[in-house]
């Protein structure tokens, strides 16, 4: 078998590394039901009619509660959910949410099912906080631990699996960005270590994602621009991964135990060149026109979903890993269009979106991934999966600005240097945008790497999906000085 569009044989690749590593052969795809289309909101009543769900539980955005697709959720809840239903409503999401954030709102839920009894579905309507806010709640409800990092993934927690199902969770996401809608992930700052992590299991994955595009038509350009920026770098990550047969951690005991970021492979590769194509090509123009290009807005949104769907499985890398560093640690940075919260001010925090925190580190990254000994059959797979994804990115460039003198790099240069292309087209397509380059810009200097390559190095979970190891302290500490000025 081939991996698609790879020049490597993927079956060559598997008997390498189970001849050398004792590696896993197997992958397998764990994902939510999709529904998809413009107006698919309203039917989220019959859903609750067809589970006679009659104690129901909503989590909303405070911003998206004074807006259309609100009001489009009580209706149809209204209209179609059983008669005598109960609607219970939760406001208090936190963009960026964090640990107090998350205990908040699984106190609520707590405290609601001990005095009237257990919901029946829990509804989430918001961005990646709002469905990942739910997502905690949900689990910390249904079984509550003796302590709040029992399900916190390793170093800082104990990363115990989620015992048994859960409340079924219907997410209805209002930006195109988290894919959250389809993963098994909830992320948190988490403030006591001024690091970002979270909690992972295919238990906590809503039961249906309601993708609907008309959810999207009120969003500010600014979160158009640092979510679908984030899908974009879901779709890098999850293809550029370390392949699932040269998975460190190896076959597991049993198939329960297979993590859920298992590295890349031919099932999450289908999802993620899908969405690396549909953002190479629309993520400009849903920037420019969020409210009016409704092509745009359909484009995004599935893309951001099926992206989810591929680093759902596949996982993400040193981007993502080095992300959480950058936004848990920043001070004085804010973007229009995002909340400024007294307590952070009062506590010297500022807030960087959370696609920002990723791509700002993205140039560096690919160099170094992309940067292989090509003499090694599994090196050359992924530096070939480097040229893939710079061509798709250097194509949509040349058909975006038409016919303006401007050539992208031959074949033999992006094959010769795979990762400084892909870093290249990306600080393009960030120009283009006028997404700020390096992390000086956000308030970072010398003084703050050996830091921020400190609170990375345990972020293991992702960082070991890297396809060039090691990733030792020194060697974020280099990509860090490197992602300072670009």
């Not at 909503?58 to 008669?83: C, G, K, N, W, Y």
């Not at 090196?379 to 949509?396: F, G, P, W």
């Not at 003084?447 to 302290?473: F, G, I, Y």
Request: proline share 8%.
């Amino acid at each position: 078998m081939w991996c698609r569009r790879s020049s490597f044989p993927l079956k060559r690749v598997v008997g390498r590394c189970l001849s050398s590593l004792g590696s896993d052969p197997i992958c397998e795809l764990a994902s939510s039901t999709l529904r998809y289309g413009p107006s698919s909101t309203s039917e989220v009543g019959h859903d609750l009619a067809y589970m006679n769900a009659k104690r129901i539980l909503l989590f909303v955005d405070p911003h998206v509660a004074t807006m259309d697709p609100f009001d489009t959720v009580l209706s149809s809840i209204e209209q179609h959910a059983p008669a005598g239903h109960v609607l219970d409503i939760y406001d208090k999401i936190r963009v960026e949410p964090n640990n107090d954030s998350f205990k908040h709102a699984i106190n609520f839920m707590a405290e609601q099912t001990n005095n009237h009894g257990s919901y029946d579905v829990v509804i989430a309507l918001g961005g990646g906080s709002t469905i990942d806010t739910a997502k905690a709640a949900n689990l910390y409800t249904c079984y509550p631990p003796d302590d709040f990092y029992d399900y916190v993934n390793p170093p800082l927690g104990k990363g115990l699996p989620v015992p048994g199902p859960i409340t079924p969770l219907i997410a209805i996401p209002s930006t195109s960005g988290t894919g959250s809608e389809t993963t098994g992930v909830a992320i948190f700052d988490d403030v006591p270590t001024k690091s970002k992590t979270g909690i992972a299991h295919r238990r906590l994955k809503p039961t249906l994602g309601i993708v609907d595009q008309d959810n999207m038509k009120s969003m500010p350009s600014s979160v158009a621009k640092y979510s679908g920026i984030d899908v974009l770098c879901h779709a890098l990550e999850s293809y550029t991964a370390i392949p699932y047969t040269a998975r460190p951690s190896g076959r597991p005991a049993s198939p329960i135990l297979r993590p859920a970021y298992q590295g890349s492979n031919p099932i999450s590769d289908i999802w993620s060149l899908h969405a690396l194509r549909e953002c190479s090509q629309y993520l400009p123009r849903i920037v420019s026109d969020p409210a009016e290009d409704v092509e745009a807005r359909a484009k995004m949104c599935l893309a951001a979903s099926t992206a989810g769907m591929g680093f759902g499985n596949a996982g993400v890398h040193l981007c993502h890993g080095m992300s959480y560093a950058v936004a848990s640690q920043v001070k004085k940075y804010w973007v229009d269009d995002y909340p400024k919260l007294n307590s952070d001010e009062e506590n010297g925090h500022g807030l960087v979106p959370h696609g920002l925190s990723v791509v700002i580190n993205a140039p560096s990254v690919f160099r170094f991934t992309g940067n292989l000994d090509k003499s090694d059959p599994l090196q050359k797979y992924s530096a070939d999966r480097h040229v893939e994804c710079a061509t798709i990115l250097a194509n949509a460039r040349l058909q975006r600005r038409g016919n303006t003198g401007q050539e992208i790099p031959s074949q033999r240069a992006i094959r010769d240097q795979p990762g400084n292309a892909l870093a290249n087209e990306l600080l393009e397509l960030m120009h283009e945008l006028d997404i700020p380059i390096g992390i000086r810009s956000l308030g970072y200097s010398e003084a703050d790497v050996e830091e921020l390559a400190k609170c990375t190095l345990p972020q293991h979970r992702v960082t070991k999906l890297s396809p060039r190891q090691p990733v030792d302290l020194e060697q974020l500490t280099s990509l860090f000085k490197e992602a300072l000025d670009m």
